[in-house]
């Protein structure tokens, strides 16, 4: 069998596996597109509990609407998102993003996702701080678009298993991905945006509850069983 092949098996392994253990994620949990875009840049270089502090305050502050967003002033906005880590740069980032949403799509996300996915992924691309895996979520997750997302979980859980090696890039893994799950690649699956936003939500959680940077809870992890190949650098 081609390596391809045994690598789309084991996608769909990895899928099934974590689906049965933990059920649906119900991800992203944000009650608007725009409050979800924030949080897609806030969780830069931090994890979610930090997040939801800094959109608690937003939320408290009546800011979580582009027009809201930019009216605060810079130094309040930088207190406000203060617990996300690197509020400086994120004030920036949030800022430029806002300044973006609203000048070309007028702050509506269903003008905005009209767009074709490709294309606007560009756009998201060419703003400040919006990098590949920002801007993947943003698209799956506020827009609904047929995209996945590729984060260091992804990549780590991935890797211990054989999926990939050490030197696959974003591209090679999401393509990995979509083609694993590509219409007509399995039977009876499509390509679906609630299948990738499952995923990339499992893999979150396997990644933080047992596929930890440093030792690794193989005994207890729903992969456990999984040929896997674990290096110095894993603890």
Avoid at 209 to 227: A, E, F, S, V, W
Wanted: hydrophobic letters at 40%; a positive charge; one cysteine or more.
């Amino acid at each position: 069998m081609p390596s391809q092949n045994r690598k789309a098996v084991s996608v769909s392994v990895i899928y099934q596996r974590l689906a049965k253990a933990f059920g649906p994620q119900h991800w992203w949990p944000a009650k608007s597109p725009f409050e979800m875009m924030v949080g897609a840049i806030l969780t830069q270089a931090t994890n979610w509990r930090n997040v939801q502090r800094a959109i608690s305050q937003l939320k408290q502050a009546q800011a979580l609407s582009a027009e809201g967003l930019l009216r605060l002033p810079i130094l309040r906005l930088q207190r406000l998102i203060r617990p996300a880590g690197y509020f400086r740069q994120k004030t920036q980032r949030l800022r430029a993003f806002t300044q973006w949403y609203i000048h070309r799509y007028g702050g509506r996300p269903s003008r905005m996702f009209q767009r074709p996915w490709q294309i606007l992924r560009q756009e998201l691309l060419a703003l400040r701080g919006i990098g590949p895996e920002t801007a993947d979520c943003i698209l799956l997750y506020a827009g609904q678009q047929p995209v996945f997302a590729v984060d260091a979980y992804t990549r780590r859980v991935f890797r211990r298993h054989g999926v990939i090696d050490g030197t696959a890039t974003y591209e090679t893994i999401q393509r990995l991905v979509m083609k694993a799950f590509g219409r007509g690649a399995m039977s009876g699956w499509t390509h679906s945006v609630s299948l990738y936003n499952e995923f990339h939500a499992l893999l979150v959680a396997v990644g933080k509850r047992y596929c930890q940077r440093k030792n690794p809870d193989c005994d207890h992890c729903p992969l456990g069983d999984l040929p896997r190949k674990l290096t110095k650098e894993d603890g």
